[in-house]
């Protein structure tokens, strides 16, 4: 499968943990970004990494979130103390240019 | 700001039927692409058509056009001989820019009867 994809895929968790989400993007794509979606909404733009540089961060990003892409493949998005308003699907997309963006399968993430 | 609206929060279309789905967009910027997106109930987001603002012919892919009509900023979605697979929410959204951050609109649900 060469398409991007997202581990896990579902998480449950308890308000106050830290949880991680991986995504791995198409091979080559130097491009990648990661979006929230919550019910009923279309995704929100969290943050954008051009190789391992992450160039743009959205307001909705909190301090307690984070994200890196170590040596330009792969990329987590950690968020600490997790909070109930933190339940939404977690997307990542990939890019080798600006006019295409492949989604992965999204991570769901479910805080009680 | 950039900004999407879809004002269809839900469509019904008769299998075989063509459908359209409507999309505006605002932005001050001269270069910038519009894209819609398929999701699914299983929530994957599917890729289904890219227009760029300097496009100057409208977008195909298989049953999928892009009507794009720059003067009144709209990119509406046209589904020809819709199927029952169809049903899903489609999305509209926009980039601009160095780093092709995409602008989503609200979605609109649609639902292909039998």
């Known amino acids: 499968d060469t398409g991007v994809s997202q581990n896990p895929r579902h998480k449950i968790t308890k308000r106050g943990q830290n949880v991680t989400f991986r995504c791995d993007p198409i091979?080559?794509?130097?491009?990648l970004y990661w979006y929230r979606q919550t019910l009923g909404q279309g995704p929100e733009f969290l943050t954008y990494?051009?190789?391992?540089?992450?160039?743009?961060k959205s307001r909705l990003l909190s301090d307690r979130f984070s994200a890196e892409r170590p040596k330009g493949s792969f990329s987590t998005l950690e968020i600490q103390r997790t909070e109930q308003g933190d339940s939404a699907m977690y997307l990542c997309?990939?890019?080798?240019?600006?006019?295409?963006?492949?989604f992965g399968p999204g991570t769901r993430l479910t805080v009680l | 700001a950039q900004k999407i609206t879809q004002t269809q929060p839900g469509m019904f279309v008769q299998e075989k039927e063509a459908v359209t789905l409507d999309c505006t967009y605002d932005?001050?910027?001269?270069?910038?692409?519009l894209f819609w997106y398929k999701q699914p109930s299983s929530g994957e987001m599917i890729f289904l058509i890219y227009?760029?603002?300097?496009?100057?012919q409208n977008a195909t892919e298989g049953r999928y056009s892009l009507n794009f009509q720059k003067a009144r900023k709209s990119a509406n979605l046209v589904i020809s001989a819709s199927q029952l697979g169809d049903s899903a929410m489609y999305f509209c959204a926009m980039n601009s820019g160095n780093t092709g951050k995409l602008i989503f609109g609200q979605g609109t649900t649609l639902q292909v009867k039998p």
């Open positions: 932005t001050s910027d001269q270069s910038y692409g």
């Open positions: 091979s080559e794509h130097n491009r």
């Open positions: 997309a990939s890019s080798l240019v600006v006019y295409e963006q492949f």
């Open positions: 227009q760029g603002s300097y496009d100057e």
């Open positions: 990494f051009q190789n391992e540089a992450q160039l743009e």
